[in-house]
């Protein structure tokens, strides 16, 4: 069975004409100033595609026609399947998903000492669990790395310990044809074979042209995923001021160029690829030029994302639930949920980089916790209200009449679970209740519960024949 | 300068030019004291980024509208300064931040030479025989290219040239702990972290 989420996208930023002005600005773009193109591979892609290839400028221009034609090979809803088909997720027009993370961070802060530190497989297999676990997490990226696995197969070691500890969908980075091909055999092993994951794609790709216009052979990626079938999530991050205009209006423009010379080249290698528009609008701190990820003119960028990918007919990707604090404090919190509530109401189908620490820097366990319950309420924010007779309630008002109480009523009783969310981490005792149980704040009742989970949560279990093939690649 | 102002600059160069003020002396006392004071601000937390970029523009057209008038110098400052030498290690191609950190190094009045992204080990082993650089600058974004910076390392040390060089490293990926691994001599957690690190190390 596959999931749906709930809808978004019941916020807009512009208007549909203006929409139409950045994709009109980006297809200028393609056409008038073109892609640096640095790879043979992706050169010849492009001439296939129907591009003006330069190979002496390793310069490529795309006209429109290329554009909209990649458009309509493109197909409008994509599955991304889980080991465990339970867990497939449905990518259509503003539903809704949340991802753990994102890319592997190059420190991870220690549960016991608050100290930033390299993340190791060990911290891999125990963000992932976590995420394993939480309903509100669909599709699993990362908050730590495998540091100490050997350097030039890191990546290929961080997927597989992602694939031993969730069977969620997955979504990874795999720069270079060899390391892609790597990566799609290593899923293939856990997905049962090549033919399953042919038809079930455990893995997708999170592919990253290099704003602004760029692309060399890490995204040769891109060929290989196309060929297997599996998605492409293109994820490119034009930075205003640094790698793109300084306007919103003009990142989106760099960031939708990327993304539409992407579609052309994956449309080109395997009509009907599944592809996800995902680029960032990234916000620099102009003081330490510092990537930010709790600022509000990213998550105003997503949201603007989300209606640009609305307009094209793709499934979006994008980033909510992280932030810029050094510890799960109260700028943690309140970026974390800013965020998250803000992107899924403009409707972005997966909402990555939750619980990311430290502008993408860490990675916090007990920021996962407290991501899973921003993310309760945001998910039942989405949620419809229902209006008909029975929730309307005439005849209970009529029943209790002025004056009266609801408590003891049948209605109550049916509805209250269905109404109303349930905290897990924030308190909502009386202030005496709360010292007499220890004074403790979000971050170390959190702390506790990452503990707890840890001890007795265990993913389904990846069959030893899959473990033993994964090893052997390895 | 102060005012981040291109034009108003050029005129007052101009006017001073006129009043029989000689180039050297503009440069000397009246551009390079403005970068100075930016720089500092910047370093302070209290100038931007893009002002700091506006006025090194600034710099770079005054010096470039006063040098053909001064006798026999290409540059004024290339003896007396020190040279660092920087660059992306291969398999990076990622530069803002290098070019930050250039910006930031000749505004404090450094000499440098940057290599450029994608820097293999080989041309930056070549630039260094080449140049003679006291400090090499070596930046990573990305995680999988890391190991590229202790083969740099390795291969001065190979070549006789670690002695003579001071590292030092930086690169959202990079950190103390990974340049004490690869026997760095600094690790710069910023450009302006980066610019006292060095000034260390030549002192």
Not at chain 1, 360 to 376: H, N, Q, R, T
Request: hydrophobic fraction near 40%; charged fraction near 25%.
């Amino acid at each position: 069975m596959t999931i749906r989420g709930p809808k978004g996208g019941i916020l807009k930023l512009i208007s549909e004409h203006h929409v139409r002005m950045i994709y009109r600005n980006a297809l200028r773009v393609l056409k008038e100033v073109g892609i640096s193109v640095k790879s043979k591979s992706l050169l010849d892609a492009f001439a296939k595609a129907g591009c003006k290839v330069s190979i002496k400028d390793q310069r490529v221009t795309i006209a429109r026609k290329v554009v909209q034609e990649a458009l309509e090979m493109a197909p409008k809803s994509v599955v991304m399947s889980g080991r465990d088909s339970e867990q497939d997720v449905l990518l259509e027009d503003g539903l809704v998903y949340f991802v753990l993370g994102g890319t592997p961070n190059a420190h991870f802060i220690d549960l016991d000492t608050g100290n930033f530190r390299r993340p190791t497989l060990n911290d891999m297999k125990a963000v992932t669990t976590l995420a394993d676990y939480f309903d509100t997490i669909s599709v699993v990226m990362t908050t730590a790395g495998g540091f100490d696995a050997p350097e030039e197969t890191q990546h290929l070691h961080e997927l597989a310990t992602l694939l031993e500890y969730t069977s969620k969908p997955i979504i990874y980075p795999a720069p270079g044809a060899d390391m892609a091909r790597k990566a799609l055999r290593i899923a293939a092993a856990a997905a049962g074979g090549e033919e399953e994951m042919k038809k079930r794609p455990i893995l997708s790709l999170y592919a990253e042209p290099t704003s602004p216009l760029s692309f060399s052979e890490a995204n040769d990626n891109m060929i290989e995923f196309a060929k297997a079938g599996a998605p492409i999530v293109c994820g490119p991050s034009p930075i205003s001021g640094a790698t793109a205009p300084m306007t919103m209006a003009g990142n989106a423009t760099v960031g939708l160029a990327e993304n539409l010379a992407s579609l052309v080249l994956a449309q080109s290698v395997r009509p009907g690829t599944p592809f996800v528009y995902g680029p960032h609008v990234g916000v620099m701190d102009m003081k330490t030029a510092r990537f930010c990820y709790g600022a509000p003119e990213l998550h105003m960028g997503w949201v603007l994302q989300a209606q640009i990918a609305h307009y094209l007919g793709l499934p979006s990707f994008g980033q909510g639930g992280c932030n810029d604090a050094k510890c799960p404090d109260a700028q943690a919190g309140a970026e974390a949920a800013m965020s998250a509530l803000l992107v899924a109401l403009g409707g972005i189908n997966l909402i990555h980089n939750v619980a990311t620490t430290a502008m993408g820097d860490a990675g916090c366990l007990e920021m996962i916790v407290i991501c899973d319950e921003i993310l309760g309420y945001v998910l039942r924010i989405l949620r419809e209200i229902e209006i008909k007779e029975e929730t309307l309630a005439f005849d209970v008002i009529k029943k209790v009449g002025p004056g009266g109480n609801f408590l003891s009523e049948g209605h109550t009783f049916n509805f209250f679970k269905k109404e109303l969310y349930e905290t897990k981490v924030f308190d909502r005792t009386a202030h005496e209740t709360w010292a007499n149980r220890g004074k403790k704040d979000a971050g170390e009742v959190a702390r506790e519960r990452v503990k707890e989970i840890l001890k007795r949560h265990q993913p389904k279990p990846l069959d030893e024949k899959a473990k033993s093939k994964i090893s052997e690649i390895l | 300068m102060l005012n981040f102002d291109m034009q108003g600059t050029e005129r007052m160069i101009r006017k001073g030019l006129q009043a029989g003020i000689s180039p050297v002396d503009i440069v000397k006392n009246g551009l390079t004291p403005g970068i100075e004071k930016i720089g500092d601000r910047f370093g302070r937390g209290e100038a931007y980024l893009p002002e700091l970029m506006q006025a090194a523009q600034i710099m770079k057209a005054g010096v470039g509208l006063l040098e053909p008038m001064i006798k026999g110098s290409k540059s004024m400052n290339e003896k007396s300064a020190t040279r660092i030498l920087l660059g992306t290690v291969q398999g990076d191609i990622h530069d803002i931040g290098k070019n930050i950190v250039r910006i930031v190094l000749e505004t404090a009045g450094f000499d440098v030479i940057d290599l450029g992204v994608d820097v293999s080990v080989e041309k930056f082993i070549q630039a260094v025989k080449e140049v003679r650089p006291a400090v090499i600058g070596l930046s990573a974004l990305l995680t999988t290219t890391l190991p590229l910076m202790g083969r740099i390392i390795a291969s001065l040390e190979h070549h006789g040239l670690r002695k003579s060089v001071k590292v030092i490293v930086g690169g959202s990926s990079v950190s103390q702990e990974y340049a004490d691994s690869i026997k760095a001599d600094a690790y710069g957690i910023d450009a302006v972290d980066g610019l006292s690190k060095i000034k260390t190390l030549i002192s």
